[in-house]
């Protein structure tokens, strides 16, 4: 799925706007507790989600570009663009297409109306700012930036700033302060509630302390934003399979479920944060087991 592919969910329209692919990490890293015959029995088509190789997981990194009631929202922003990354080199001074993947899809940066952040992970809020003399000024600034409060005093408390968060720490400077200071941030409760007509915050803490998936409703249709909720289609059908990111794997695994319960419940059409492919799919529930199938 590239600019210019999208999906139609009610009155909405989503296009994937793709920043970059990481493929480094093998089935086993990624999901320390694989198993790859159970992985073959629950999920037959797993090689299907693998790089050319067949021995590395791709995992997709982009936003989501939603159009909707008039609206233009972004579900987070990806990579970035020049961004000092000394403790993570496959993100350090990327310099990707993403942006110009945003106007292929024919919306320029001014267009946007709201940033959605699932969480604040270098993955996640990367192209909020852009570089500009020296400085990191708003990607989108007629935007409206959306993220917990909770999520964003975690990553300034220096009890946290440790080898886990390192990252997350210089993140947090180059892409969400500068937000802050411009006044474009509305840090919010994430409550379930609805904080946009439509749209709604739901807790799924684990990934980090504060993460948290974004429903959209539109007419009877329901979309789910997962963020990183999972990064494999296998943990679908085994939810109990922690990916190696999560903080804390207990409520990680207890937010998955409650995500895939969520989706097979209101038939919601499922956009993923790394799933490969369309990162697009279903969520089936038959008996006391999810099945996943992409759109």
Known sequence: MTAGQWHAVG???????????????????LLPEWDSSRAVQCYPQYNEVLDITQTKVPLSIHAWLIEDRGRKILVDTGVGNDKPRPAAPHFDHLHTGWLNNLRQAGIQPEEIDFVLLTHLHVDHVGWNTRKENDRWVPTFPNARYLFSKEEYQFFKDPANNNGRNQTSFITREDSIDPIVACGLADQIDVSGEEVLEGVSFHSTPGHTAHHASIVLRSGAEHLLFTGDVMHHPVQVSQPGWNAVFDANPQLAMASRQWALEYAARHDATVFTSHFPLTSVGRVEKDHETYRWSFL
Do not use: W, Y
């Open 11 to 29: 009155a909405a329209r989503v296009t994937k706007i793709q920043d970059t692919v990481l493929a480094v990490l093998t089935p086993e890293q």
